[in-house]
C-alpha cells in the first residue's frame, strides 16, 4: 500500500522497460541527427565576418556618441521645427567633442514621448566636410537603464514566484538565446538551409530546455518526443503552403536589406524558419501539459485503461488547444496594432487586404503554427498514454 501510495502522490512510475526503450532510443536517434547537423551546419566564422565586413551600416568616419539632455523643447505644432521647438540641447559625454552643447532637430513622437533634462541620447557624428564643422544629428534615445531595471524585475518575480524550477526556466531562457545568436542567425546568413536550420537548431533547444525546466524523466520524454514531431509537422506544413501561397518572404525593410546585402538567401525558406520558431514556445507548453496530464490521471485511476486516459486527456488537451490558439491571435495582433488600424483607416475589402505580402504572411503563419499546435496535443497524448504503465490496482 505505501509503494502505490508513493506513486499516487507523485505522479512518476515505473514504466516497463520495452516501452522505455523504443522512446529513449528514437530521442537518442534524434539528439545524435541533431548534433551531427549542429556540426555540419555551424557557420563558418570566417565567412560571417566576410559578409558583416562587405556590408556598411555607416559611412566611413561616422560614430554614435552618448550626450546627456540638458533641455528638451516641446513639440512644434507645425511639422517643421524651428529653434524654439521640436529639439534638445544635449552635452556630448563621449568622443573628441566631450563637454560640447550641441542642439539636434527630434522626430514629434520623441518630443512628445516625455524625454526630459537628464535623459541619455545616441547622437549620429558625422565627419567634417573641408574645413566645416562636425554635425550631430538624433540617431535614439538610450534606454538601457530602464531595460536592465525591467530585466532584473522580471528575474527577481519569476524566482521569487517559481523558485528552483523558475531558475531553471531563466537558464532555459538563456540557452535558447545562445543558440540563436550564435548558431542559427549566422548559419542562416551565410545561407545554409532554413529549414534544417530551423529543425536542428529547435531540436537543440528542445533537448536542453525541456530536461533543464522538467527535469529528466519519462514523462518529460513523452512530452519531447510530442515536441519535436511537432516541429516537423510544423516546418512540413510551413514549406507547403509558403510555396502554394506563392508568398516571397520579402515584406518588410529588414528584409530588402538582407536581399540587397546578402543576395542568396532563400526568402521562402526564411519565412518557414520563421513559422517554425515562433509556434515552439506555444508547442512545448501544450505538449508538457498534455503528457503531465496523462501521468496524474494514471496516478487518479491506476486502473483505467489506456483509452480512457488518452480520452480524458485530449478533453483538457481540448480546452488547452482553444487558449493556446487564442495566445497566437492575440499575441499578432498585439505586436501588429499599428499595421491593423492602417488597414482599418483604408477599409480595403479583405479580399484585397490577403493580396498583401504582409497581411497573406501572417495569416498562413497563424494558420500553419495553429495546425501544428492542434496535431500535436493528440500525438503527444498517444505517445503519453502509450508509454505510462497499463492499467493496475495498487494494493
Request: hydrophobic content about 50%.
Amino acid at each position: 500500500m505505501g509503494a502505490g501510495h508513493a506513486h499516487r502522490a507523485t505522479g512518476e512510475f515505473e514504466v516497463p522497460r520495452v516501452r522505455r526503450l523504443v522512446l529513449l532510443w528514437a530521442l537518442g536517434l534524434v539528439a545524435l541527427s541533431t548534433v551531427a547537423g549542429v556540426v555540419l551546419l555551424w557557420p563558418d566564422g570566417g565567412e560571417v565576418d566576410d559578409i558583416r565586413e562587405s556590408v556598411s551600416f555607416a559611412a566611413p568616419g561616422v560614430s554614435f556618441p552618448e550626450a546627456a539632455v540638458d533641455e528638451a523643447e516641446p513639440a512644434c505644432a507645425e511639422l517643421a521645427p524651428s529653434e524654439d521647438c521640436g529639439g534638445v540641447r544635449a552635452t556630448l559625454s563621449e568622443g573628441e567633442d566631450k563637454g560640447t552643447q550641441v542642439r539636434v532637430d527630434v522626430p514629434p513622437e520623441v518630443s512628445e514621448s516625455g524625454l526630459q533634462k537628464g535623459d541619455t541620447i545616441r547622437l549620429v557624428s558625422s565627419p567634417a566636410e573641408a574645413e566645416g564643422p562636425v554635425t550631430y544629428s538624433y540617431f535614439g534615445t538610450v534606454r538601457s537603464g530602464t531595460l536592465w531595471l525591467l530585466t532584473l524585475l522580471f528575474v527577481a518575480v519569476v524566482l521569487l514566484v517559481a523558485r528552483l524550477r523558475g531558475l531553471f526556466a531563466l537558464v532555459s531562457l538563456g540557452f535558447t538565446a545562445l543558440v540563436a545568436w550564435t548558431f542559427m542567425l549566422p548559419a542562416l546568413l551565410v545561407g545554409e538551409p532554413p529549414l534544417l536550420v530551423a529543425l536542428v537548431g529547435c531540436s537543440a533547444i528542445m533537448f536542453v530546455v525541456l530536461y533543464t525546466t522538467h527535469g529528466v524523466s519519462i514523462r518529460t520524454s513523452a512530452a519531447l518526443a510530442g515536441t519535436l514531431l511537432g516541429v516537423g509537422l510544423t516546418a512540413g506544413l510551413g514549406a507547403v503552403f509558403v510555396g502554394a501561397s506563392r508568398l516571397t518572404g520579402v515584406a518588410d525593410e529588414s528584409a530588402h536589406v538582407l536581399r540587397s546585402s546578402v543576395g542568396d538567401l532563400g526568402f521562402q525558406g526564411l519565412l518557414t524558419c520563421a513559422f517554425v520558431i515562433a509556434g515552439l514556445g506555444v508547442l512545448n507548453d501544450v505538449t508538457i501539459t498534455q503528457a503531465s496530464s496523462v501521468w496524474e490521471l494514471r496516478a487518479a485511476a491506476p486502473a483505467a485503461p489506456r483509452h480512457h486516459l488518452f480520452s480524458s486527456a485530449m478533453r483538457i488537451g481540448r480546452d488547452h488547444i482553444a487558449s493556446a490558439i487564442y495566445t497566437i491571435l492575440f499575441a499578432y495582433a498585439g505586436t501588429a496594432l499599428l499595421v491593423l488600424l492602417v488597414l482599418q483607416l483604408y477599409g480595403l475589402p479583405m479580399a484585397v487586404l490577403l493580396s498583401t505580402e504582409e497581411i497573406a504572411q501572417e495569416v498562413v503563419r497563424s494558420l500553419v503554427t495553429s495546425l501544428g499546435l492542434v496535431l500535436a496535443v493528440p500525438i503527444t497524448t498517444a505517445i503519453a498514454a502509450i508509454t505510462v504503465p497499463g492499467a493496475r490496482t495498487y494494493s
